[in-house]
């Protein structure tokens, strides 16, 4: 079946950087769209990137410049370099395979439906 293991998450100065990883499994992940969301306290789980079939990513407003999402198809594994982070990206970050693969990849959460089980991250001093 299609499983996530997130890691990586944990605590970080502001201005500091994380790399999260996603060992996915169950399915052939470089035919798919993949994505990671954040879901902080008292909001809405949100789009944060992705990386389409075709290795074009897609990145929310908020994090454009400082986040990159790459996938490594030999080790299985999705990663979201963050750099530069802020009190505001803290969350607990998923990853997810979305229902297809396709040249261009959205963050549009219906279209995605399988979800690890999160990694935290917290940007404090």
């Known amino acids: 079946q299609v499983q996530f293991v997130e890691s990586g998450g944990g605590l970080v100065q502001p201005g500091g950087s994380l790399t999260l990883s996603c060992a996915a499994s169950?399915?052939?992940?470089?035919?798919?769209?993949i994505g990671w969301f954040r879901q902080a306290p008292g909001k809405e789980r949100e789009g944060v990137s992705c990386?389409?079939?075709?290795?074009?990513?897609y990145h929310t407003d908020s994090v454009k410049g400082r986040f990159t999402i790459s996938r490594d198809n030999a080790k299985r594994t999705v990663y979201l370099q963050m750099n530069n982070l802020k009190p505001e990206d803290t969350a607990v970050y998923y990853c997810?395979?979305?229902?297809?693969?396709?040249?261009?990849?959205?963050?549009?959460?219906?279209?995605?439906?399988?979800w690890g089980q999160g990694t935290q991250v917290t940007v404090s001093s």
């Open positions: 997810a395979k979305a229902r297809f693969g396709s040249t261009w990849c959205t963050l549009q959460r219906s279209l995605y439906h399988y």
């Open positions: 169950g399915f052939t992940l470089d035919a798919y769209n």
């Open positions: 990386i389409s079939m075709k290795d074009n990513s």
